[in-house]
């Protein structure tokens, strides 16, 4: 059978441009045509449907409004009869059929229904948020599970060794050997993370010479985690940076970056002010514990990794050096921290003056990151 991108671009050659009768489809006017449909800013360039057509990418599972709104371009311009020929393009990409929903969307007549629209982004905000709500796609995950648990049934008694085999082959299909190659990357940069920032955590320190190699291991950390977030948040990956010509651009990594060690910064402070609090009140925190703690760190690293060259793209429409350059300034606010902690953690263990330095430490930290959010409100 052949792959998903042969189908698709045997179906988009049977499609009528309808801006030039007699002419077929091109890729610069399905991804036009695919932006416009899903409500998008931009649109969906002839490179990213090329890349589609030659399996040099592939459109995610969890995109399914775009899935559905590229069969329904190519159904509206001729190239697609009916449900089965979408569903033999859905199943050479390892995608799911069409349910209900979806039929009626795009061949309303096949089940005498009139025709809707596909939901479309009510705002800006939503850009780039391409799925069902959460809610339906719950229910049509319910829907196949109970099927896959219904098929299972059938045979021999007993039927639950055929239920268990039919679950993990339902959960095996959301993994790859890349994914777990991932996964187990992480958890060799939590282990990491965990070796470099945590001994900067555990207050009081023994003696003077440990507080040093806590605090230079520390300042190590706070240059090598960020770096090994970005790498892992790799925009090289992202279909909206392909999409936008920006997956291999410098600036996108360096923006990542910078958006990894910002978040870093953000989580490692508000733990620090809460085992301060812990000193204070002598609480004593387990291993687990600072595995957890590892792990906030991670999350808010990698969330601004991702966040922050989207929201520069958004505020500017472009990503240069020259709207965010100033905040690189994060990447030493780790030394500069270990290096003033350890001329006053004294003070800070036996006075108040440390929680109220801490406090003013991660105030500082949010009004930073609150005026740059103010600078891309005011450039959009």
């Known amino acids: 059978m052949p792959g998903f991108g042969k189908l698709l671009r045997s179906f988009r050659r049977q499609c009528d441009d309808p ?33 589609w057509e ?3 990418s592939k459109i995610n599972a969890d995109q399914r409004l775009v899935l559905v709104s590229l069969l329904k371009i190519l159904h509206r311009l001729g190239g697609l009869k009916n449900s ?4 033999s393009l859905l199943e050479a990409g390892n995608y799911r059929a069409l349910n209900l929903d979806e039929t009626r969307i795009i061949f309303p007549k096949e089940l005498g229904t009139t025709s809707f629209e596909v939901p479309a982004n009510k705002s800006d905000d939503n850009q780039g948020k391409l799925d069902f709500p959460l809610g339906k796609k719950f229910s049509e995950f319910s829907g196949e599970l109970q099927k896959l648990l219904a098929e299972a049934e059938e045979g021999p008694s007993p039927s639950w060794p055929r239920v268990i085999a039919t679950l993990l082959r339902r959960l ?26 945590a001994p900067s955590l555990r207050l009081p320190f023994s003696s003077r010479v440990d507080a040093e190699i806590a605090l230079k291991v ?21 279909k909206f940076w392909q999409e936008h010509n920006l997956a291999s651009n410098f600036v996108t990594q360096l923006y990542t970056y910078q958006g990894a060690s ?19 009140l002598h609480l004593h925190f387990a291993l687990w514990f600072e595995w957890i703690e590892t792990g906030i760190i991670l999350l808010w690293g990698y969330l601004a990794a991702r966040l922050v060259p989207y929201n520069l793209w958004r505020a500017y429409g472009r990503l240069a050096l020259t709207d965010g350059w100033i905040f690189f300034v994060f990447l030493l606010l780790g030394p500069f921290w270990a290096f003033f902690f350890y001329q006053l953690y004294p003070l800070f263990l036996t006075s108040l003056v440390g929680g109220l330095a801490t406090l003013f430490a991660i105030t500082l930290l949010v009004l930073i990151t609150a005026w740059r959010q103010y600078r891309s409100a005011l450039s959009e």
């Open 84 to 87: 089965l020929e979408a569903n």
């Open 54 to 56: 030659l399996s040099k």
């Open 262 to 280: 910002i978040g870093f910064h953000l989580g490692y402070f508000g733990i620090f002010a809460a085992n301060l609090v812990g000193y204070y």
């Open 19 to 51: 801006e030039h009768p007699g002419r077929s489809l091109s890729q610069g006017k399905l991804g036009e045509l695919l932006g416009r449909e899903l409500n998008m800013r931009g649109n969906y360039s002839a490179a990213a449907v090329s890349d």
């Open 172 to 197: 095996l299909n959301y993994w790859s050997v890349s994914k777990l190659v991932v996964a187990m990357l992480w958890i060799w940069v939590g282990l990491l993370t965990w070796r470099l920032v």
């Open 218 to 238: 520390y300042a190590v950390g706070t240059l090598v985690t960020p770096l090994l977030i970005g790498v892992l948040a790799n925009p090289r990956h992202s």
